[in-house]
Nanobody, 115 residues
């Protein structure tokens, strides 16, 4: 049974930082491209960051320079370090594991950026 369990979300003030974690089980973690996506109320889910099995990372313009994705294959965990957070970063953040036509998703963790 595949499980992706996110943690680390919460309430933070604008300009603050958070680190999200996603612990994976039931998959050969090291061969999957791992990603973070987010979905704000009334909006479509959007890509936040991805990291391939080889460590190549991608970010959309909206978070580039503020968010950093990393992975620890020994711990089957992917991280998302977020700095300089903005109110528009408020969303539920979901972890994704992707390999060819297979996608697994976590339940998500809420990130709220507000003063």
């Amino acid at each position: 049974q595949v499980q992706l369990v996110e943690s680390g979300g919460g309430l933070v003030q604008p300009g603050g930082s958070l680190r999200l974690s996603c612990a994976a089980s039931g998959i050969i973690f090291s061969i999957y491209t791992m990603g973070w996506y987010r979905q704000a109320p009334g909006k479509q889910r959007e890509l936040v960051a991805t990291i391939t099995s080889g460590g190549t990372t991608t970010y959309p313009h909206s978070v580039k320079g503020r968010f950093t994705i990393s992975r620890d294959n020994a711990k089957n965990t992917v991280y998302l370090q977020m700095i300089s957070l903005k109110p528009e970063d408020t969303a539920v953040y979901h972890c994704n594991a992707h390999k060819r036509i297979v996608d697994y998703w976590g339940q998500g963790t809420q990130v709220t950026v507000s003063s």
